[in-house]
């Protein structure tokens, strides 16, 4: 009955950094915007709770607070694959760290997240181009065609993708992901057609941003058409023919949808109150959607929104430090193969060319199948091979 101890209740919490939100828009609906005037009317020091992991210079006409890591400089479109070798071997250990010691960022965004699948896809291609030994893989697809089907690319990247991510959630940093939209045609089985507002991003994108998201905003230009004099119209202009005509006037205005409509999909979330109607693009309005949306899931709690608030920040910071922790010694206790493969060469540069293709050679194909080490991950077959080295006289 030893489960029994684990089973445990839930609060909603209270904090915008609490979950993982997702605001969705077409180009230039004011994502980053957003994002700016919603963590510095959220957060007292947003310079220091608040970090935007910038995969694309939609910042730079905003002014922010030393907030902002431009990731995308560690790499141009060329080698976009050093973004992410950034992100993983630098940003993500180092946010790792500092929860142990005490973070003070609560908040990560990801700018957009459509750039970020695009870097670890440049990074993913050029590893597994590498492992099977081909100059270049151009695709996802081409990398299971590649590997002979031991690999799928799209399972490749989810999982490439997945743990950095899940190791700052598991270390309590909120994330809020921008991304983008398109409007796309679907074919219903019946034949009959229709248009929807989708994330732009393919379908393994969508299991790692969209799928972990509680709060999706989707931001949309809404269209109104009106008269010479501004007032809005319902009903086109009808010639003395009868036939109908547009107008010559319009206004247009963002707005932020939280729910699914007949024509934006990507919209909703895990909360029960949220408006049913489109609603005026403001920071403002923005939190005021999240904060009712929390609240009406707060049906027993006798403690106030403050009380909370004080109460779960507590709890994650001392939950952040354990996990934290944890991630730390399992790190030290792992090799890398690339670790491994460097060990490899050093100690066979005591053996010679007759050396390595009679002694050494004999035992890379019956341990890893391939006369060329470097192409293997497998740990537990690299040691073997790097113990058998060691213990080899020349």
């Known amino acids: 009955m030893s489960w029994r101890k684990k089973v445990v209740g839930n609060t909603p919490k209270v904090e915008l950094h609490s979950i993982t939100t997702l605001v969705a828009g077409t180009y230039k609906t004011g994502k980053t915007r957003l994002w700016k005037e919603v963590t510095e009317l959220h957060y007292d020091n947003p310079k220091e709770e608040t970090l935007l992991l910038a995969w694309e210079p939609g910042f730079e006409t905003w002014e922010l607070e030393e907030n902002v890591l431009p990731i995308f400089e560690e790499g141009s479109d060329e080698d976009a694959y050093k973004q992410w070798e950034f992100f993983k071997k630098e940003v993500v250990p180092g946010l790792v760290q500092e929860a142990k010691e005490g973070k003070k960022v609560k908040l990560i965004g990801f700018d957009t997240v459509d750039r ?70 679907t074919t219903l089985y019946n034949g009959m057609k229709y248009n929807s507002v989708e994330l732009m991003m393919h379908q393994t994108g969508r299991k790692i941003f969209e799928s972990q998201a509680s709060l999706i905003c989707c931001l949309f230009n809404e269209v109104v058409v009106t008269d010479k004099a501004g007032n809005e119209v319902s009903e086109n202009i009808k010639t003395k023919t009868g036939k109908e005509k547009g107008h010559n006037f319009h206004e247009t205005r963002t707005v932020m949808v939280f729910r699914p409509t007949e024509y934006i999909s990507i919209a909703g979330g895990r909360y029960t109150d949220l408006p049913e109607d489109p609603v005026e693009y403001s920071a403002e309005n923005f939190l005021k959607v999240f904060e009712d949306a929390v609240k009406g899931q707060l049906k027993k709690t006798t403690k106030s929104f403050e009380e909370l608030k004080v109460e779960q920040e507590a ?77 080899l006289k020349a």
């Open 116 to 185: 970020c699948i695009d870097a670890a896809t440049a990074w993913l291609l050029k590893d597994r181009a590498k492992k099977y030994g081909v100059r270049q893989i151009a695709s996802l697809q081409e990398l299971t065609e590649v590997s002979k089907g031991a690999e799928n690319g799209y399972t490749a990247l989810y999982d490439e993708m997945k743990k950095p991510i899940d190791s700052l959630k598991a270390v309590k940093y909120g994330i809020m992901g921008l991304a983008w939209t398109k409007e796309k045609e």
């Open 315 to 391: 709890e994650r910071n001392e939950q952040a430090k354990e996990v934290a922790v944890r991630i730390e010694e399992s790190k030290e206790k792992q090799v890398s193969p690339d670790d491994l493969k460097s060990k490899i060469a050093t100690a066979m540069q005591r053996f010679d060319y007759n050396q390595r293709k009679d002694l050494i050679g004999p035992k890379f194909l019956e341990l890893l199948g391939d006369l060329d080490y470097r192409k293997s991950d497998n740990t537990t077959k690299l040691a073997e091979v790097l113990k058998f080295i060691e213990e």
